[in-house]
């Protein structure tokens, strides 16, 4: 015989005896049948429950709703324009001119609309696909990116659940991202303005509503939910209290005549009942602020006044589980700033915007980095560049004066770092590219200018000079000094041991520097480099001066004929030195092309040529 099963302390488990053809029904909740208290007690909140309400396939009414509500249209847009508003930042090596371009050819090509688009009717309908067009290529094969060529992207074809029918018994198969996911969409014969084909799931862009567990998810075709069906009843609460409380603006104040024997006259009709309704009227046209009220003297008059107290509370209450139910913050949603004192609604505001910011890299990255690549196929016949990279900019925007102002502390704190020598020159350009995410400013700091400032010989201030020490650079550095100057004296203190430089104080640097600090503008490098103009340069080097110009650096050109390198100091633009050189030289000259700054081209003639003159061709003493 079996044996009882028994607890852990030894005892017989409780059971419970079920009569035969009887239900045993378990509570994990308080319950007091005595008082009728907790849910299955004999009350009336035992009595609620949830229905199935799929208005979701129910496209007319969701159509209407669309149409003739405000607040519906906001629920579906607000969030689709709103994750779409504010466009990308890209991060990449390709020419400003080049990111210009594609900036245009994506908004020729209405390409934002039509994403703002898929994702107003995916959740509106639970569903919807844009279709990418290429000319040339047939929509029901597979799309293979590399051979969209130059001129063959058309933009995207908008369709939403309704208008196609995918092929649920033809799924992926193939491991990834969309296996189990239809193959293909046919469009219907009801969109009569949209060609009948067939669409390769490769070549669409899709987008489907809320999500469902995948029972559910196949009784709606495999689509999602409209975002309207579960806040539906929220909806209705809303409405039906905004639509009753306009009622009692009607009822707001009454009138109330009391006639003796009315009743009466009523029922007696003729003269008197025809007598009655004329007072009445005669009372409708004088009673005014002028008029007069005229009465008989057992007849009475009073007014009625309804009071509104309470009503507001109640629909802030509802406007809040609406807004809950959307997802969306009151603020966003009516329009209408928050009461109270020191409420912004600045909080309730970042904390949608990272919301929607999480639902961009979810569903958004994917399709934009797609639409990105063929754009730049389509514009260019080539593939994106390598390192090519991309973020949404920021939803919460600052305002000009606000990044002004946190670019001058950013960079005046970046300066500080580097010339205290805690940073070197190629990580502040690092943190100044970096800051150009919030700011704005600083972002053309290229890849190549932070390679020439970490291969660069380090500043004093990076050899241990500290913030006091002036800015200078290190070809000249020795332990006898540079050639042509005197030699440094010794140390003032002889307990320290010597610095390897041979400068110990501080009046050591300065008489050192003040001939060695390297020239930071175009006027600096005209004035230290007069006499190395044209064909006195060293082998190999050319220069060009203007001193009228304020560019902070200069092009280095090689010239394939020669070999040689030409500096084009004259010029802050790349496109306008590579230009000038074209013109002296030749189209076909123009070699490999670097950028360096002043101090560093500085720094590479004074390595070739030793130090500088005291003067040269009778211009005035060096800095």
């Known amino acids: 015989m079996a044996r009882r099963p028994t607890s852990a302390g030894g005892g017989t488990k409780p059971r419970i005896r079920v009569p035969a053809g009887g239900k045993a029904w378990t509570r994990d909740s308080y319950q007091n049948f005595a008082a009728s208290v907790g849910v299955g007690a004999a009350n009336l909140s035992s009595g609620g429950t949830y229905g199935f309400n799929p208005i979701t396939r ?9 149409r003739g509500s405000w607040l519906v249209k906001v629920i579906v847009d607000a969030p689709a324009e709103d994750m779409t508003r504010e466009r990308i930042n890209i991060e990449s090596d390709m020419a400003p001119d080049i990111m210009d371009r594609l900036d245009d050819y994506m908004e020729d090509l209405l390409l934002w609309q039509r994403l703002t688009e898929t994702l107003k009717w995916s959740r509106l309908f639970g569903g919807c696909i844009a279709v990418i067009m290429i000319d040339g290529q047939r929509t029901d094969t597979p799309l293979d990116i590399k051979t969209v060529g130059k001129g ?5 074809l908008v369709l939403d659940r309704w208008m196609i029918w995918p092929h649920l018994e033809d799924p992926v198969k193939e491991f990834g991202k969309d296996y189990g996911y239809p193959k293909y969409y046919e469009v219907v ?11 390769h799931y490769t070549r669409c862009i899709r987008f489907d509503g809320v999500e469902l567990p995948y029972w559910q998810r196949m009784a709606e075709n495999y689509w999602g939910l409209s975002v309207l069906e579960p806040c539906f009843d929220r909806l209705l609460a809303f409405d039906s209290a905004t639509a009753g409380t306009a009622q009692l603006v009607y009822r707001a104040h009454l009138r109330v005549l009391k006639i003796e024997k009315l009743r009466e006259l009523i029922a007696f009709g003729g003269e008197a009942y025809s007598a009655v309704t004329q007072q009445i009227q005669n009372m409708r046209l004088m009673q005014a602020n002028e008029g007069i009220t005229l009465l008989d003297s057992t007849d009475e008059f009073e007014t009625q006044s309804y009071a509104f107290g309470g009503l507001s509370d109640v629909l802030i209450q509802m406007a809040q589980q609406l807004s809950g139910a959307a997802q969306i913050p009151l603020v966003r949603l009516f ?4 009461a109270g004192l020191n409420a912004t609604g600045d909080s309730d505001i970042r904390n949608y915007y990272d919301f929607l910011n999480s639902a961009q890299e979810t569903r958004l990255r994917r399709p934009v980095r797609l639409l990105l690549d063929l754009s730049y196929r389509s514009l260019t016949g080539e593939g994106l560049p390598d390192g090519f990279n991309f973020e949404f900019a920021p939803l919460w925007q600052l305002a000009d004066t606000e990044k002004s102002g946190i670019a001058a502390q950013l960079t005046q704190a970046v300066i500080a770092a580097q010339a205290a020598g805690i940073v070197s020159s190629g990580s502040a350009l690092k943190e100044l590219r970096q800051s150009s995410k919030i700011t704005g400013i600083w972002s053309n700091i290229t890849d190549e200018e932070i390679a020439d400032a970490v291969a660069a010989p380090p500043l004093a201030t990076e050899m241990g000079g500290g913030a006091e020490a002036p800015m200078a650079g290190g070809p000249h550095e020795g332990a006898g000094g540079p ?3 005197p030699e440094p004296p010794k140390p003032h203190q002889p307990s320290l041991a010597p610095h390897p430089s041979g400068l110990n104080t501080r009046e050591d640097l300065d008489s050192h520097f003040s001939n060695l600090r390297m020239p930071r503008t175009r ?8 006499h190395l103009v044209g064909d006195s340069l060293p082998e190999g080097f050319k220069m060009s001066v203007g001193a009228d110009e304020e560019s902070q650096a200069c092009w280095l050109i090689e010239n ?8 084009q100091v004259q010029y802050s633009a790349r496109d306008e030195a590579v230009q000038a050189f074209k013109t002296e030289f030749g189209e076909d000259s123009v070699g490999p092309i670097k950028r360096m700054s002043f101090a560093d ?8 040529n030793g130090p500088p003159p005291e003067k040269s061709n009778g211009s005035a003493p060096l800095p």
Do not use: C
Not at 58 to 66: A, V
Not at 523 to 530: D, F, I, N, P, S
Not at 560 to 567: C, E, K, L, P, S
Not at 601 to 608: P, Q
């Open 601 to 608: 081209f500085s720094r590479t003639i004074a390595e070739l």
């Open 189 to 199: 014969s009801d969109a009569r303005t949209v060609p009948h084909m067939k669409v």
């Open 560 to 567: 394939r004929d020669t070999g040689n390198w030409h500096a």
């Open 152 to 156: 063959q992207f058309k933009g995207l």
């Open 58 to 66: 129910n496209h007319t009414q969701l159509e209407y709703m669309y």
């Open 523 to 530: 006027e600096e490098v005209g004035k230290r480099y007069a």
């Open 335 to 338: 329009g209408q700033s928050p």
């Open 483 to 485: 050639e042509g100057l």
